[in-house]
């Protein structure tokens, strides 16, 4: 557990290793004495690189309570680009309006599911997630209205006495305004990683690395991590 | 898959391999021409024997269509002492109101989770679970209140043309009525397995065997499964 500067109890962070959980810890931070880290591997693409990232951000803060997880079945049911290899990574200049084939079906009610389970267990208060609805990628799992209903099972679910709050402080930021909170709270973004397909340097041309250039463009800032040097 | 009687297209089974998931597929059977089977191993003490049971009864239904997923970090959060070796599971007759030890924090979230995720897959429209309500260990998570908030979940965090009804057709009934139906429907009981901590001959003692057992002396059977001789 690290020691966090804000006055809440103990919190759970579910920590990917991307820029939004980076972030999202950091906010954690501000609000919450210790905080212990969550990790869920399911077969994506880039989950040993997603992990180094893991690792390395809860190192630099000092965290010590991490809580690895793997749940392979859920790449093991494919219908996701992210899991199945048959499956292209598109570029995000494919542009649709549709929900993209990167989409894992219901995968932040696993996530949830576990970081309560383990907020339960340990006492914690809340469970912190870096979902982002607006300036995302349409994912039905990261509306409001899906933590909402989230809430009340968790309410429903756990014990009488336990109360956990589900906290997305994320949710209605731009990508823009991630990047700009991340540096004022000194996030260590040069740890995070975001490519949905590369692991040694970022591929700049997936959904994902599109939304987190336009953040630090939005930002004026310079992406700390590396990049291919044909992309972007 | 195997093929039900039922007119409904594809249902997923949350199949544990005790009495109640035993019978709850029998259910569904009757409602669904096809059914896929889903085991969730999370480190509780009879996990080997629980998986054996779940296999037993697909293969008695001809069911091919098998997910099995392993969640380790479910039991290595502790907290209950299905998964914990420190703790002892109980008698039941220790007797008390309070939520019993051997809770799993939240346990029901993570099963439903990965059924709805492989519904939303393979196109199944429903989703069931064997959880009892009344006549139960009041278990926060075998609750109405609990399903009906996690149905809002699974309409809120799917794809917009994603419909999956969790469906709990045993949650108000007797362990006497559902032994009772499960003989109705021959659904094979001889192959499921309840019991908490033994994986040879039942211990007839944990809560987990002293409702079965009370199941069948009120449907007047009697339990096919081996007992220990100096249980019951």
Redesign the interface.
């Known amino acids: 557990m690290s020691k966090g500067r804000g006055s809440g109890a103990l919190a759970v962070v579910c920590l990917s290793g991307g820029l939004d959980s980076c972030v999202t810890l950091a906010e954690a931070l501000t609000r919450h004495r210790e905080v212990a880290a969550l990790h869920l591997s399911y077969g994506q693409r880039t989950e040993e690189r997603e992990r180094r990232a893991f690792e390395e951000i809860c190192d630099h803060y000092g965290i010590t309570r991490r809580?690895?997880?793997?749940?392979?079945?859920?790449g093991?049911?494919?219908?996701s680009a992210l899991t199945d290899p048959s499956l292209e990574v598109p570029d995000a200049s494919a542009g649709s309006s549709a929900?993209p084939v990167t989409?894992?079906?219901?995968?932040?009610?696993?996530i949830?599911?576990?970081g309560?389970?383990?907020a339960?267990?340990?006492g914690a208060e809340a469970v912190y997630l870096g979902a982002v609805e607006e300036d995302s990628s349409g994912y039905?799992?990261c509306?409001e209205?899906?933590f909402s209903?989230?809430q009340?099972?968790?309410?429903?679910?756990?014990?009488?006495e336990t109360r956990i709050e589900i906290r997305t402080p994320l949710l209605h930021r731009t990508k823009g305004e991630i990047v700009r909170r991340g540096l004022e709270l000194a996030a260590p973004l040069h740890l995070s990683w975001s490519c949905y397909s590369e692991s040694e340097e970022a591929c700049g041309v997936c959904e994902s690395c599109r939304l987190r250039l336009k953040g630090f463009a939005e930002a004026g800032a310079v992406d700390p991590i590396p990049y291919r040097k044909s992309s972007g």
């Open positions: 809580l690895r997880a793997t749940q392979p079945a859920l093991a049911i494919g219908g929900i989409y894992v079906p219901f995968r932040n009610a696993q949830l599911a576990l309560c389970a383990w339960e267990a340990i039905p799992d509306r209205d899906f209903a989230f009340r099972v968790v309410d429903e679910g756990t014990r009488p």
